[in-house]
């Protein structure tokens, strides 16, 4: 089972890029990383997924490097409406098809006028 | 509109009192999970399905019972609630195809005294 860590908390200024990196040491073969934002009282939404190399949309981009045991999400030039939990997620197979799906603890961005 | 739906979205009870929370997704979704979610713990996957009668645990299954008889349902049972299960509960869904990309449910914020 793949555990993540992240920094706990970060604090940015409006305007600049944000990137926040995920650890994920025993990730598996099989496995991609998935990044999800949550505001308060609010259920998880989510941003971006990947596998390795680089992945971009129209909200973020996910760096992996060649090892895989490390992710960064990248958010560029941040709003105050970014300010939000951010988990990065790896999904784990345990066997006979099934799949166990794990949260880091996240990290708390502040974005900051 | 595509949607994850929870009820109650609040709910307080009594230690024992047997309590339902229901989750029903119209994505026709294969999967489905259901999180806990408190303060310095982040989210953590109580039970998981991954389609009719297919239901496996999470990391914190203890005092949860979950049945999943249709494909879009998939019910949360605490038969004897204790304080330690005051949390905010949260129902997800994620197609075979994309098993990452969950879509979560509102939240239900559940207090036993």
């Known amino acids: 089972l793949a555990k993540t860590t992240q920094p706990i908390s970060m604090d940015s200024y409006e305007g600049q890029e944000v990137n926040i990196t995920c650890s994920h040491n025993?990730?598996?073969?099989?496995?991609?990383i998935t990044w999800y934002q949550q505001f308060p009282s609010q259920g998880p939404r989510f941003i971006i997924q990947?596998?390795?190399t680089k992945v971009t949309n129209e909200v973020a981009s996910l760096f992996i490097p060649a090892d895989r045991k490390s992710s960064t999400l990248s958010l560029p030039r941040v709003s105050l409406s970014d300010t939000a939990v951010y988990y990065c997620?790896?999904?784990?197979?345990?066997?006979?098809?099934?799949?166990?799906?794990?949260f880091g603890k996240g990290t708390k961005l502040s974005v900051i006028p | 509109e595509a949607q994850v739906t929870q009820n109650p979205r609040y709910l307080i009870t009594v230690t024992g009192k047997k309590l339902t929370v229901t989750c029903s997704q119209n994505?026709?979704?294969?999967?489905m999970s259901w999180y806990r979610q408190d303060p310095g713990l982040g989210l953590r996957q109580i039970y998981y399905?991954?389609?009719?009668?297919?239901?496996d645990k999470g990391d914190v299954p203890e005092g949860y019972k979950v049945s999943r008889k249709e494909k879009r349902n998939f019910p949360l049972i605490l038969e004897s609630p204790s304080p330690n299960q005051t949390s905010l509960y949260f129902c997800?869904?994620?197609?075979?195809?994309?098993?990452?990309?969950?879509?979560f449910g509102p939240g239900t914020r559940l207090t036993v005294t």
């Open positions: 997800a869904s994620s197609s075979r195809a994309q098993t990452y990309e969950q879509y």
């Open positions: 025993n990730i598996a073969t099989n496995d991609y």
């Open positions: 990947g596998y390795k």
């Open positions: 997620l790896v999904g784990a197979y345990s066997g006979a098809g099934s799949y166990q799906l794990t």
């Open positions: 994505m026709n979704h294969e999967y």
């Open positions: 399905s991954m389609n009719v009668e297919v239901t």
